[in-house]
């Protein structure tokens, strides 16, 4: 297991911790901190109309069907209208593709142009909420800025389908993706956020065992993982969970309550599967884009999950994006950075398909 003392002694590395001197949100962070606060003290007066005022409000470990329900139609809401998001693009096509027991909804985006290559996009939400619909803008524009399909699926949520059904829904419909690939030149890469970051890097892992093994049939290498802000570590803790535990969108709390959905048990959380920091050998793994939020519990983990990949010779891109929050990607209409975000790892995924042609 990872130490705390070694966590520190990685992160202090230039490269790779993004030198941090400010660690504070920017303006549009605090603009969009405030507007968060205030809805949600919006929705505290309306249920105490309706009810006796509470204690403290504490995130309980189990909720019922209807509110997970709600939860998740409140969190699966584009951020902009998905018709205005989609003119850039030839076709968005909703289809059905292969998952671990069944088939599972996905949504697949075509450029104009010579499309060159295929991305298989994995969603965030702590792998408990939020969809096809929620990352639709993103989805749409990083198929405009890298040239590339891309496919989002959307694999199946905990806490119905625990640890490991994502991983092995993600895996399916990877292996189903590589069948297809030809159609846009046969390469692949894989792309998500938060938890479908975690999904994307566990699955770099697992094509590479299996190439290891000698399985066959094995499915393609990716020939780039990007990941937004992803969690790589399970109960270990690090500076930055501890700096930005509350107040800054994702808390500690959130954290821990989505790790309780999604393991079946204490074991789960040390499983490289779950989080893919804690694997020992990182070697022969595809190029990696790595982005981290300065102002995000997860940032330490991405920083250091991209020094790991380096130093065990793979090719590393890493940013930290100065003043933003965990999620911010999300806010792309509104928050300049998480535009350029996109356009930047687009144009990283479009360079590596086009020198493969």
């Not at 992160?11 to 949600?40: C, I």
Request: aromatic letters at 10%; charged letters at 20%.
């Amino acid at each position: 297991m990872l130490k705390i003392e070694m966590l520190t002694e990685r992160l202090s590395a230039r490269k790779f911790s993004g030198s941090f001197t400010r660690d504070k949100p920017d303006l549009t962070s605090r603009l969009l901190l405030r507007g968060l606060h205030a809805a949600s003290q919006r929705r505290r007066k309306h249920r105490q109309t309706l009810k006796a005022p509470q204690a403290a409000p504490v995130i309980p470990h189990t909720v019922s069907a209807a509110s997970l329900a709600y939860i998740r139609r409140l969190t699966n809401r584009p951020s902009f209208p998905m018709r205005l998001s989609a003119l850039p693009l030839k076709r968005v096509i909703d289809l059905r593709v292969p998952g671990a027991a069944e088939l599972r909804p996905a949504r697949l985006y075509i450029p104009y142009g010579k499309v060159r290559g295929v991305v298989l996009f994995l969603h965030g939400g702590g792998f408990v909420h939020c969809g096809l619909n929620s990352h639709h803008g993103i989805c749409c524009r990083l198929a405009r800025a890298s040239g590339a399909a891309v496919l989002s699926f959307d694999y199946s949520l905990a806490p119905e389908h625990k640890f490991p059904a994502a991983v092995e829904d993600v895996w399916a419909a990877f292996n189903w993706l590589a069948s297809e690939a030809w159609r846009w030149g046969g390469a692949v890469a894989v792309a998500g956020d938060s938890a479908g970051g975690t999904l994307a890097a566990v699955l770099c892992q697992k094509v590479r065992e299996a190439h290891r093994s000698g399985a066959n049939p094995s499915p393609p290498a990716p020939v780039m993982q990007v990941l937004y802000y992803p969690a790589t570590l399970g109960r270990e803790e690090t500076p930055s969970r501890e700096k930005f535990a509350h107040g800054y969108f994702l808390t500690k709390a959130m954290m821990e309550w989505y790790g309780s959905q999604y393991a079946s048990s204490d074991e789960d959380l040390l499983n490289p599967d779950f989080a893919p920091a804690l694997q020992k050998d990182l070697s022969g793994l595809p190029s990696a884009w790595i982005m981290t939020a300065e102002c995000d519990p997860l940032r330490d983990e991405g920083a250091l999950y991209g020094r790991r990949l380096a130093e065990a010779g793979n090719v590393v891109s890493y940013t930290c994006v100065r003043g933003t929050l965990h999620g911010f990607l999300q806010f792309y209409p509104m928050m300049r950075k998480a535009r350029w975000v996109l356009h930047q790892s687009g144009r990283a995924l479009r360079a590596v398909f086009r020198a493969r042609k």
